[in-house]
């Protein structure tokens, strides 16, 4: 949870704030994983992406809920996923993930891909003709091929991933 800045942590609604018709009694309808942390669950906004929401385990059932939003670095990607998980419960269209871009997502893809090849025992030239397709790899000479250099970089990308920095795909990026 503390890595995904999207993910978040839901408590009681305060007594002095209304919770007539509160939206987050319909969450205690999905599945739940419970561990010491809390009760995890995942809700889907009906666009195929899920949102990671957690409270503590011994709030009574029926209660009323409200999203903490730490004022950090990261409060920010936290209200978008509040706008995102609102909607949703409304039954809106709720607007996708903004983590990761369509490229970043394809590039996942082919880094997963390349690492799995690679785990399996395939050379840099199997491995570039599945993720980028034969005719494209035969098209140029191997030694000297861009293909050649971007299948090895997928794969020392992916397992630097591997080995944690797949953390950094479940926060927003911000300028500096």
């Known amino acids: 949870m503390e890595d995904d800045t999207s993910a978040l942590y839901l408590i009681e609604v305060p007594e002095f704030i209304t919770s ?6 319909q969450l205690l309808e999905l599945d739940a994983i419970e561990d010491d942390d809390g009760i995890h ?6 666009n195929g992406q899920r949102i ?16 903490v ?44 891909q390349a690492v799995d090849g690679h785990r399996n025992g395939a050379t840099y030239r199997e491995i ?11 098209s140029e000479p191997w030694k000297t091929s861009a293909l050649r250099d971007a299948t090895m970089a997928l794969v020392k990308d992916a397992l630097t991933m591997i080995a944690g920095g797949y953390r950094s795909l479940l926060r927003h990026r911000r300028r500096k």
Do not use: K, Y
Not at 20 to 25: A, I, K, M, P, V
Not at 88 to 104: C, E, I, K, V, W
């Open 20 to 25: 007539e018709g509160n939206f987050g009694r």
């Open 52 to 67: 990671h929401v957690m409270q503590r385990a011994d709030l009574p059932a029926g209660t009323a809920l409200a999203a």
């Open 128 to 138: 570039a003709d599945v993720v980028f397709g034969a005719p494209r790899v035969a």
């Open 69 to 112: 939003v730490p004022l950090d670095a990261h409060g920010f990607d936290r209200i978008e996923a509040i706008a995102r998980l609102l909607q949703g419960l409304q039954g809106r269209a709720a607007p996708p993930d903004t983590r990761l871009t369509p490229q970043q997502v394809r590039r996942a893809r082919r880094m997963l």
């Open 41 to 46: 669950r995942l809700f889907d906004p009906s």
